[in-house]
């Protein structure tokens, strides 16, 4: 007989997981369905005593991806980033990097005229509604406040810390903004043991298939059937959580169009354990899109006395090049050679599915958890909905999709129960 789930879920990354923890929680059965191994982008491996997540990763705490994680009652534990210590990076030279009145008086790299102006922008940030900024681009956007060009350059480098895109020209300025006003509000964290901390919340409790890909999705006669290599799954409802556009339309029957929906955002990523901690640890660069942050400590992933050290390129280019600059990177954030345990290049990582364009509507302009074109079916993903940007992104539109699911299998339900009688 087939096997019969109110919701099933397909795919075991966080968007899938939170939309299994939502519907489970609002007591519906549930089963996951993951292709591989599960976690998707957020998992996190573990060597000789050091946690690696899949390059640098800081959750951002706040935002649509925060509120769905505190309606899900998950609680991450972690440790906020030291923004104390962080160095600008430009032209060889280092300066503390602004991010309080008092580093920003201090910051070399800055004239005084340029550190009033970057003061007044950053200050101005958190009163702007980012949602009307839809359909400008984060260079449009900061053309039209006159900037000095160090203080672009800071902003810049600030907008590729939060949103890993490199192209200010694509970006919209609705996401960009929203992001750098999260930051500064709720900030992030930087999670204890990595990210797997944030899968195993999510799973817990919950039955998950692994190595099981679904290679088919269809509705019929009101429910939703899955299509395995050994049979298929009945569900009064699905959510598609695997990963981007291409993997979800492969699932769906007809021709889907979402329309233009922008390219992914790439990076490439240099992980290294390290036997000490490296001073200054944290270097944003000016003039590249380079980024090194030591994520444990302050984040538990390293035994005593030594080191997580990630680095990261926004944008790729040739691996080769790339990873020369990664490791050039690593060195000027004060990681010896000599005491490198470990380490890991991951030349193209895919950030985010989609990159939120301004020409394409920015945030607004990325599909719906509905638009499958199959009732009872909706999906989720960093690319999915008008809420934020990232695993924000994802874990918002799992929680959305998740309660969508509950509804539909409440309402056809009703409807059924309506007919018999
Ligand atoms: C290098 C890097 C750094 C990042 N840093 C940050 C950061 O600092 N802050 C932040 O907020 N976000 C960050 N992210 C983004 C974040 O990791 C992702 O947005 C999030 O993990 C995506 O989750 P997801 O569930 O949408 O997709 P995925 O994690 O891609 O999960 C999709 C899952 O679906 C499975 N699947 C695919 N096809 C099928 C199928 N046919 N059947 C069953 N299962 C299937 C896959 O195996 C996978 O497990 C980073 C990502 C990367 C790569």
Not at 119 to 138: E, N, P, Q, V, W
Not at 210 to 217: K, N, S, Y
Not at 343 to 361: H, I, K, P, Y
């Amino acid at each position: 007989m087939t096997e019969y789930f109110d919701v099933i879920v397909i795919g075991g990354g966080l968007a899938g997981l939170a939309a299994a923890r939502t519907a489970r929680l609002g007591g519906a059965s549930v089963v996951v369905l993951e292709a591989h191994g599960g976690g998707g982008r957020a998992r996190t491996t573990t060597k000789d005593g050091f946690s690696f997540n899949l390059g640098g990763h800081a959750l951002y705490i706040g935002g649509a991806g925060g509120e769905a994680l505190a309606a899900l009652s998950i609680r991450p534990e972690g440790s906020p980033p030291p923004l104390g210590r962080y160095q600008l990076l430009k032209e060889g030279r280092m300066g503390v990097m602004p991010s309080t009145a008092g580093t920003l008086a201090r910051c070399g790299l800055l004239s005084w005229r340029s550190k009033a102006q970057l003061g007044s922008a950053l200050a101005r940030l958190a009163k702007i509604d980012a949602s009307r900024l839809a359909g400008t681009s984060m260079e449009q956007w900061m053309q039209n406040l006159e900037l000095h060009s160090d203080v672009e350059d800071v902003i810049r480098a600030l907008v590729r810390l939060s949103t890993y895109s490199a192209d200010m020209s694509a970006l919209g300025a609705d996401a960009g903004v929203a992001q750098l006003q999260l930051g500064a509000s709720s900030g992030v964290l930087y999670l204890h043991g990595g990210w797997g901390q944030l899968l195993a919340a999510f799973g817990a409790g919950q039955e998950v298939r692994i190595h099981c890909p679904v290679r088919a999705l269809r509705e019929e006669a009101g429910r939703i059937e899955v299509q395995l290599d050994n049979g298929s799954l009945v569900g009064g409802s699905a959510v598609v959580a695997v990963g981007g556009p291409g993997a979800t339309a492969r699932l769906l029957p007809g021709s889907i169009d979402w329309g233009e929906l922008g390219g992914p955002v790439t990076a490439a990523c240099l992980d290294a354990a390290v036997d000490h901690h490296p001073a200054p640890g944290y270097v944003l660069s000016l003039d590249r899109p380079l980024y090194a942050s030591t994520q444990g400590p302050p984040a538990r992933l390293a035994p005593p006395g030594a080191a997580v050290m990630s680095v990261v390129k926004y944008g790729t280019g040739s691996p080769d090049v790339d990873r020369a600059e990664l490791e050039t990177h690593m060195r000027v954030a004060g990681v010896t050679i000599e005491g490198v345990l470990h380490q890991r290049f991951l030349a193209t990582m895919v950030v985010a599915e989609t990159s939120c364009r301004a020409e394409l509507g920015g945030l607004e302009g990325r599909p719906s958890i509905s638009a499958t074109g199959v009732p009872g079916a909706f999906m989720a993903g960093d690319w999915v909905g008008p809420a934020g940007l990232l695993a924000g992104a994802s874990i918002a539109s799992g929680h959305a999709a998740g309660l969508a699911a509950l509804r539909h299998i409440t309402t056809t339900a009703s409807r059924q129960a309506r007919n018999s009688t």
